[in-house]
Structure formats: structure tokens, C-alpha cells
């Protein structure tokens, strides 16, 4: 059974870092997209940044134009962790933030997504 759960959301100032952390139990990156979404009230969640593990252990990542430069995700495959390093935050990347996987290669819907964890807020004040 997957299980992913998220930590590291919070209340920052703009132009400041937050890291995101996922946990992901039951889960097997080899072969699988693991990623981070956002979700602002009234919208859709939308893709932030991906990450896809091919079956040479190599991966490749996504990211949204609107976080380039900015944000960064990674994984640590010994402890199950998944990240997402928030840097020169804007008060517009406040929103809830969610962890999600699929056994399959990366794609932007959010609906493609089998695995989700229950979201941590994140707030950027101005």
C-alpha cells in the first residue's frame, strides 16, 4: 500500500526558502513519476515539479514555467524521501502543495495520478 506524507509547509516572507518533504512508503521509484502539486482555492491542481526514475536508475525532471529557476526537486531512494526546495518564494506560490505518484511516466494531469498525500500549506506574504 503507497503511502505518501508531506511536511515542511509554513509561513514565509516573500522572497524567502521553504523545503517540501514527501515520505513515500510502499513505493518503488524505479519505472514511476513521483511529483508535487499545487492546489489554489477555487482552481484545479496544477503540476509543479516531477520526477520520473527510468530503469537505469537515471531520471528526469519537470518542472512548471512559473517555478523554473526557483523551485528543485529531488529524492533520496535510501530514505524514501522526495524534496522540493522552494527558493525566492512569491506571494503567488501560495497554495496548498501535494505529493502524488504514479507508476507510469510523468504526464501534467493531476486526475493521472493514483497516489496522493493529504497536502501541506504553504504561505508567502508580501
Known amino acids: 500500500q503507497v503511502q505518501l506524507v508531506e511536511s515542511g509547509g509554513g509561513s514565509v516572507q516573500a522572497g524567502g526558502s521553504l523545503r517540501l518533504s514527501c515520505a513515500a512508503s510502499?513505493?518503488?521509484?524505479?519505472?514511476?513519476?513521483i511529483g508535487w502539486f499545487r492546489q489554489f482555492p477555487g482552481k484545479e491542481r496544477e503540476g509543479v515539479a516531477r520526477?520520473?526514475?527510468?530503469?537505469?536508475?537515471?531520471?528526469?525532471?519537470f518542472y512548471a514555467d512559473s517555478v523554473k529557476g526557483r523551485f528543485t526537486i529531488s529524492k533520496d531512494n535510501a530514505e524514501n524521501t522526495l524534496y522540493l526546495q522552494m527558493n525566492s518564494l512569491k506571494p503567488e506560490d501560495t497554495a496548498m502543495y501535494y505529493c502524488?505518484?504514479?507508476?507510469?511516466?510523468?504526464?501534467?494531469?493531476?486526475?493521472?495520478?493514483?497516489?496522493w498525500g493529504q497536502g501541506t500549506q504553504v504561505t508567502v506574504s508580501s
Open positions: 502524488a505518484a504514479r507508476r507510469a511516466i510523468c504526464v501534467l494531469s493531476a486526475s493521472e495520478y493514483e497516489y
Open positions: 510502499g513505493f518503488t521509484y524505479r519505472g514511476s513519476c
Open positions: 520526477i520520473y526514475t527510468h530503469g537505469d536508475n537515471t531520471h528526469s525532471t
